[in-house]
Protein backbone atom coordinates (compact mmCIF):
# COMPACT_ATOMS: atom_id res chain seq x y z
CA UNK A 1 0.00 0.00 0.00
CA UNK A 2 1.30 3.95 -0.96
CA UNK A 3 0.46 6.46 1.75
CA UNK A 4 1.47 9.61 0.33
CA UNK A 5 2.12 11.96 3.87
CA UNK A 6 3.11 15.16 4.08
CA UNK A 7 6.45 16.51 4.41
CA UNK A 8 6.01 18.37 7.90
CA UNK A 9 9.28 18.19 10.08
CA UNK A 10 8.89 15.47 12.66
CA UNK A 11 10.23 18.06 14.81
CA UNK A 12 6.72 20.03 14.24
CA UNK A 13 4.93 16.89 15.71
CA UNK A 14 6.62 16.20 18.70
CA UNK A 15 4.89 18.81 20.97
CA UNK A 16 1.32 16.77 20.06
CA UNK A 17 2.71 12.98 20.26
CA UNK A 18 4.00 14.52 23.90
CA UNK A 19 0.42 15.37 24.98
CA UNK A 20 -1.00 11.50 23.61
CA UNK A 21 -2.88 11.03 27.19
CA UNK A 22 -5.67 9.10 27.11
CA UNK A 23 -6.45 5.18 25.74
CA UNK A 24 -8.38 3.48 23.39
CA UNK A 25 -8.98 -0.11 22.95
CA UNK A 26 -9.37 -2.99 20.47
CA UNK A 27 -11.26 -6.08 21.67
CA UNK A 28 -12.22 -9.59 20.49
CA UNK A 29 -15.76 -10.63 22.08
CA UNK A 30 -14.90 -14.12 21.76
CA UNK A 31 -11.94 -14.28 24.65
CA UNK A 32 -12.59 -10.97 25.89
CA UNK A 33 -8.64 -10.04 25.45
CA UNK A 34 -8.31 -6.68 24.94
CA UNK A 35 -5.29 -4.36 23.44
CA UNK A 36 -4.59 -1.07 25.30
CA UNK A 37 -2.95 1.28 23.69
CA UNK A 38 -1.66 5.39 24.38
CA UNK A 39 -3.57 7.41 22.01
CA UNK A 40 -4.54 11.33 21.60
CA UNK A 41 -7.22 12.28 23.97
CA UNK A 42 -10.87 11.60 22.49
CA UNK A 43 -13.66 14.23 22.02
CA UNK A 44 -17.19 14.22 23.84
CA UNK A 45 -19.67 11.71 22.76
CA UNK A 46 -21.05 12.34 19.11
CA UNK A 47 -24.70 11.12 20.64
CA UNK A 48 -24.85 14.20 23.31
CA UNK A 49 -24.44 17.35 21.85
CA UNK A 50 -24.11 19.88 24.71
CA UNK A 51 -21.16 17.08 25.82
CA UNK A 52 -18.97 18.37 28.69
CA UNK A 53 -15.56 16.53 28.94
CA UNK A 54 -13.59 16.57 32.08
CA UNK A 55 -9.62 15.86 32.41
CA UNK A 56 -8.12 13.86 35.34
CA UNK A 57 -5.93 16.24 37.30
CA UNK A 58 -3.65 15.46 39.64
CA UNK A 59 -5.92 15.54 42.55
CA UNK A 60 -7.74 11.83 41.45
CA UNK A 61 -5.95 8.53 42.72
CA UNK A 62 -6.01 5.03 41.65
CA UNK A 63 -4.78 2.31 44.12
CA UNK A 64 -4.82 -1.62 44.09
CA UNK A 65 -5.39 -3.28 47.09
CA UNK A 66 -5.36 -7.47 47.33
CA UNK A 67 -4.50 -9.95 49.34
CA UNK A 68 -1.50 -12.35 48.98
CA UNK A 69 -2.35 -16.17 50.20
CA UNK A 70 -1.12 -16.55 53.43
CA UNK A 71 -1.27 -12.64 54.79
CA UNK A 72 -3.39 -11.47 57.21
CA UNK A 73 -3.55 -7.97 55.85
CA UNK A 74 -4.34 -6.69 52.67
CA UNK A 75 -1.70 -4.84 50.81
CA UNK A 76 -2.26 -1.06 49.29
CA UNK A 77 -0.45 -0.12 46.04
CA UNK A 78 -0.85 3.08 44.03
CA UNK A 79 -0.42 4.65 40.33
CA UNK A 80 0.62 7.97 40.18
CA UNK A 81 0.83 7.85 36.42
CA UNK A 82 -2.42 8.00 34.38
CA UNK A 83 -4.94 9.83 32.45
CA UNK A 84 -8.23 9.88 31.49
CA UNK A 85 -11.77 11.56 31.23
CA UNK A 86 -15.06 11.58 32.03
CA UNK A 87 -18.16 13.59 30.48
CA UNK A 88 -21.37 14.82 31.80
CA UNK A 89 -24.49 16.99 29.80
CA UNK A 90 -25.35 20.53 30.67
CA UNK A 91 -27.69 18.84 33.23
CA UNK A 92 -25.74 16.10 34.97
CA UNK A 93 -23.07 13.63 34.76
CA UNK A 94 -23.13 11.51 31.09
CA UNK A 95 -24.25 7.47 31.43
CA UNK A 96 -21.27 6.22 29.47
CA UNK A 97 -17.86 6.55 28.05
CA UNK A 98 -16.16 7.50 31.47
CA UNK A 99 -12.12 6.55 31.32
CA UNK A 100 -9.34 5.98 33.03
CA UNK A 101 -6.06 4.71 31.66
CA UNK A 102 -3.12 3.68 34.42
CA UNK A 103 0.15 3.32 33.98
CA UNK A 104 1.32 0.27 35.75
CA UNK A 105 4.95 1.05 35.38
CA UNK A 106 4.37 3.42 38.16
CA UNK A 107 3.28 1.57 40.49
CA UNK A 108 4.50 2.33 43.82
CA UNK A 109 4.74 -0.27 47.38
CA UNK A 110 6.94 0.04 50.16
CA UNK A 111 8.10 -3.33 49.87
CA UNK A 112 11.33 -3.36 47.17
CA UNK A 113 10.81 -6.90 46.60
CA UNK A 114 7.43 -6.88 45.50
CA UNK A 115 7.76 -3.91 43.66
CA UNK A 116 10.38 -5.69 41.82
CA UNK A 117 8.24 -8.61 41.37
CA UNK A 118 5.15 -6.90 39.94
CA UNK A 119 7.89 -4.93 37.44
CA UNK A 120 8.78 -8.34 35.89
CA UNK A 121 7.20 -10.60 32.98
CA UNK A 122 5.37 -12.64 35.74
CA UNK A 123 3.95 -9.83 37.55
CA UNK A 124 2.36 -6.94 35.68
CA UNK A 125 4.06 -7.64 32.93
CA UNK A 126 4.64 -3.84 32.12
CA UNK A 127 6.57 -4.98 29.24
CA UNK A 128 4.10 -6.32 26.98
CA UNK A 129 1.02 -4.51 28.67
CA UNK A 130 2.04 -1.07 29.72
CA UNK A 131 -1.25 -0.05 30.96
CA UNK A 132 -4.49 -0.92 32.95
CA UNK A 133 -7.91 0.59 31.73
CA UNK A 134 -11.31 1.29 33.48
CA UNK A 135 -14.00 1.86 30.56
CA UNK A 136 -17.32 2.63 32.21
CA UNK A 137 -20.17 1.80 29.37
CA UNK A 138 -22.77 2.29 31.38
CA UNK A 139 -23.90 4.71 34.53
CA UNK A 140 -27.11 4.23 36.49
CA UNK A 141 -29.66 6.56 37.81
CA UNK A 142 -28.60 7.58 41.69
CA UNK A 143 -30.39 5.49 44.01
CA UNK A 144 -31.60 6.62 47.64
CA UNK A 145 -28.18 6.38 48.75
CA UNK A 146 -26.71 8.30 46.08
CA UNK A 147 -25.12 5.23 44.36
CA UNK A 148 -24.70 4.49 41.12
CA UNK A 149 -24.31 1.24 39.25
CA UNK A 150 -21.36 1.54 36.78
CA UNK A 151 -20.89 -1.27 34.26
CA UNK A 152 -18.05 -1.54 31.65
CA UNK A 153 -14.61 -3.74 32.10
CA UNK A 154 -11.20 -3.26 33.31
CA UNK A 155 -8.64 -4.17 30.55
CA UNK A 156 -5.48 -5.55 32.90
CA UNK A 157 -2.72 -7.64 31.21
CA UNK A 158 -4.15 -7.85 27.67
CA UNK A 159 -7.42 -9.11 29.48
CA UNK A 160 -10.94 -7.13 29.46
CA UNK A 161 -12.72 -8.18 32.76
CA UNK A 162 -16.13 -7.40 32.95
CA UNK A 163 -17.40 -5.23 36.10
CA UNK A 164 -20.20 -3.87 37.90
CA UNK A 165 -20.04 -1.69 40.98
CA UNK A 166 -21.72 1.09 43.05
CA UNK A 167 -19.96 4.58 42.04
CA UNK A 168 -20.62 8.34 43.52
CA UNK A 169 -20.38 11.16 41.24
CA UNK A 170 -20.73 14.94 41.81
CA UNK A 171 -20.63 17.99 39.79
CA UNK A 172 -19.86 20.81 41.21
CA UNK A 173 -18.92 23.61 38.60
CA UNK A 174 -15.95 22.88 36.61
CA UNK A 175 -14.74 19.46 38.78
CA UNK A 176 -16.40 16.38 38.00
CA UNK A 177 -15.44 13.39 40.39
CA UNK A 178 -16.26 9.60 40.20
CA UNK A 179 -15.16 7.17 43.13
CA UNK A 180 -16.04 3.20 42.75
CA UNK A 181 -14.12 0.48 43.40
CA UNK A 182 -13.59 -2.86 40.65
CA UNK A 183 -13.06 -5.88 41.80
CA UNK A 184 -11.56 -8.91 39.44
CA UNK A 185 -10.70 -12.20 39.32
CA UNK A 186 -7.65 -13.42 37.82
CA UNK A 187 -7.62 -15.95 34.84
CA UNK A 188 -5.55 -18.47 34.71
CA UNK A 189 -3.60 -17.23 31.47
CA UNK A 190 -3.86 -14.07 29.64
CA UNK A 191 -2.00 -12.07 26.88
CA UNK A 192 1.05 -12.13 28.97
CA UNK A 193 1.25 -15.81 29.99
CA UNK A 194 0.40 -17.95 32.81
CA UNK A 195 -1.23 -16.00 35.84
CA UNK A 196 0.28 -18.58 38.41
CA UNK A 197 3.32 -16.66 40.10
CA UNK A 198 1.06 -13.62 39.91
CA UNK A 199 -1.57 -15.39 41.94
CA UNK A 200 0.46 -16.84 44.40
CA UNK A 201 2.68 -12.90 45.50
CA UNK A 202 -1.72 -11.31 45.29
CA UNK A 203 -3.95 -14.23 45.61
CA UNK A 204 -7.45 -14.04 42.69
CA UNK A 205 -8.96 -11.01 43.14
CA UNK A 206 -7.30 -7.56 42.74
CA UNK A 207 -9.68 -4.57 43.69
CA UNK A 208 -9.02 -1.63 41.79
CA UNK A 209 -10.16 1.76 43.46
CA UNK A 210 -10.79 4.63 41.57
CA UNK A 211 -11.06 8.65 43.42
CA UNK A 212 -11.27 10.33 39.96
CA UNK A 213 -10.88 14.13 40.17
CA UNK A 214 -11.31 15.99 36.64
CA UNK A 215 -11.55 19.12 35.51
CA UNK A 216 -13.25 20.58 32.77
CA UNK A 217 -11.96 21.09 29.09
CA UNK A 218 -13.60 23.98 27.70
CA UNK A 219 -11.72 23.97 24.64
CA UNK A 220 -13.39 20.78 23.60
CA UNK A 221 -17.13 22.03 23.99
CA UNK A 222 -19.01 22.62 20.81
CA UNK A 223 -19.71 25.44 19.36
CA UNK A 224 -23.32 26.57 18.91
CA UNK A 225 -24.26 26.48 15.75
CA UNK A 226 -25.41 30.22 15.26
CA UNK A 227 -24.16 32.99 13.34
CA UNK A 228 -24.42 36.73 14.31
CA UNK A 229 -26.16 39.40 11.99
CA UNK A 230 -24.25 40.81 9.56
CA UNK A 231 -21.72 43.64 11.40
CA UNK A 232 -22.57 47.28 10.46
CA UNK A 233 -25.96 46.84 9.23
CA UNK A 234 -28.45 48.98 10.38
CA UNK A 235 -32.23 47.06 10.35
CA UNK A 236 -33.74 49.40 7.81
CA UNK A 237 -30.84 49.24 5.69
CA UNK A 238 -30.92 45.34 5.20
CA UNK A 239 -32.72 44.28 1.88
CA UNK A 240 -36.20 42.49 1.98
CA UNK A 241 -34.38 39.33 1.44
CA UNK A 242 -32.97 39.91 4.82
CA UNK A 243 -35.80 40.48 6.78
CA UNK A 244 -37.86 37.33 4.87
CA UNK A 245 -34.78 35.58 6.33
CA UNK A 246 -33.99 36.73 9.75
CA UNK A 247 -35.52 33.69 11.33
CA UNK A 248 -32.91 31.51 9.64
CA UNK A 249 -28.93 31.26 10.80
CA UNK A 250 -26.63 32.71 8.51
CA UNK A 251 -23.50 30.83 8.20
CA UNK A 252 -20.42 33.51 7.09
CA UNK A 253 -18.67 32.45 4.00
CA UNK A 254 -15.81 31.73 6.21
CA UNK A 255 -17.86 28.86 7.65
CA UNK A 256 -18.85 27.48 4.46
CA UNK A 257 -15.44 26.94 3.13
CA UNK A 258 -14.53 25.70 6.59
CA UNK A 259 -16.68 22.81 5.82
CA UNK A 260 -15.86 22.11 2.06
CA UNK A 261 -11.96 21.65 3.73
CA UNK A 262 -13.10 19.55 6.47
CA UNK A 263 -14.81 17.62 3.43
CA UNK A 264 -12.30 17.37 1.45
CA UNK A 265 -9.49 16.34 3.75
CA UNK A 266 -11.66 13.60 4.89
CA UNK A 267 -11.65 12.54 0.96
CA UNK A 268 -8.62 12.48 0.52
CA UNK A 269 -7.41 11.01 3.85
CA UNK A 270 -9.64 8.20 2.66
CA UNK A 271 -8.23 8.17 -0.90
CA UNK A 272 -4.73 7.86 1.14
CA UNK A 273 -5.37 4.94 3.81
CA UNK A 274 -8.65 3.52 2.61
CA UNK A 275 -6.66 0.39 0.44
CA UNK A 276 -8.98 -2.37 0.21
CA UNK A 277 -11.82 0.44 -0.33
CA UNK A 278 -14.72 -0.43 2.16
CA UNK A 279 -14.97 2.85 3.06
CA UNK A 280 -13.42 2.40 7.15
CA UNK A 281 -9.52 3.30 8.05
CA UNK A 282 -7.71 -0.07 10.10
CA UNK A 283 -4.74 0.46 12.13
CA UNK A 284 -3.40 -1.48 9.71
CA UNK A 285 -4.11 0.18 6.74
CA UNK A 286 -2.92 3.81 8.70
CA UNK A 287 0.05 2.29 10.04
CA UNK A 288 1.44 2.82 13.60
CA UNK A 289 2.31 6.89 14.04
CA UNK A 290 -1.13 7.52 11.46
CA UNK A 291 -2.94 5.48 13.66
CA UNK A 292 -1.67 7.40 16.61
CA UNK A 293 -3.43 10.48 15.53
CA UNK A 294 -6.31 8.93 14.26
CA UNK A 295 -7.53 6.75 16.55
CA UNK A 296 -8.45 9.47 19.30
CA UNK A 297 -11.62 9.56 16.67
CA UNK A 298 -13.17 6.28 16.94
CA UNK A 299 -16.14 6.96 18.81
CA UNK A 300 -17.19 3.74 19.12
CA UNK A 301 -13.78 2.18 19.89
CA UNK A 302 -14.56 -0.49 16.78
CA UNK A 303 -10.87 -0.23 15.81
CA UNK A 304 -11.97 1.40 12.52
CA UNK A 305 -12.77 4.73 11.20
CA UNK A 306 -15.44 5.63 8.82
CA UNK A 307 -16.17 9.25 7.36
CA UNK A 308 -19.01 10.27 9.68
CA UNK A 309 -16.53 9.76 13.11
CA UNK A 310 -14.21 12.55 10.96
CA UNK A 311 -17.03 14.42 9.59
CA UNK A 312 -16.43 18.48 11.20
CA UNK A 313 -13.35 17.12 12.99
CA UNK A 314 -10.17 18.88 12.96
CA UNK A 315 -8.14 16.04 11.40
CA UNK A 316 -4.12 16.17 12.28
CA UNK A 317 -1.21 15.85 9.97
CA UNK A 318 -0.31 12.72 9.20
CA UNK A 319 3.41 12.72 9.59
CA UNK A 320 5.90 11.26 6.70
CA UNK A 321 8.07 8.91 7.24
CA UNK A 322 11.68 9.60 7.42
CA UNK A 323 13.15 8.53 3.92
CA UNK A 324 15.70 5.41 4.45
CA UNK A 325 19.23 6.32 3.40
CA UNK A 326 19.81 4.43 0.38
CA UNK A 327 21.65 1.16 -0.02
CA UNK A 328 25.76 1.40 -0.76
CA UNK A 329 26.85 -0.07 -4.30
Known amino acids: MKVKFSSLPWRCLLPALLLC ?18 VRPTRPSADATSARLFRLIRDS ?43 TRSLKATDADLTSFLQSSDGFAPDKTPTALLFVETLGEPGA ?5 AAGFVGFRGIRYPVTFPASTTLEGDLLTFNGAATVTLQEEDDAGSTATLRQHVGDELIFEFSLV ?48 SEARVAALFTRLDSNRDQSISADEAGENAWKLLSGFDANNDGTLNSKELENQRIPVIPSPRPQAAAAP
Open 61 to 103: EIALTFQAPGEDKKTRLTFPRFSGELHATEDGVAKSAHRAVID
Open 214 to 261: AKEDTSARPRPNVSPSPAGRKKEDRPASDSANKDKAIEPTKHVAERQN
Open 145 to 149: DGQRE
Open 21 to 38: ACADSEEDASNGRVRVEE
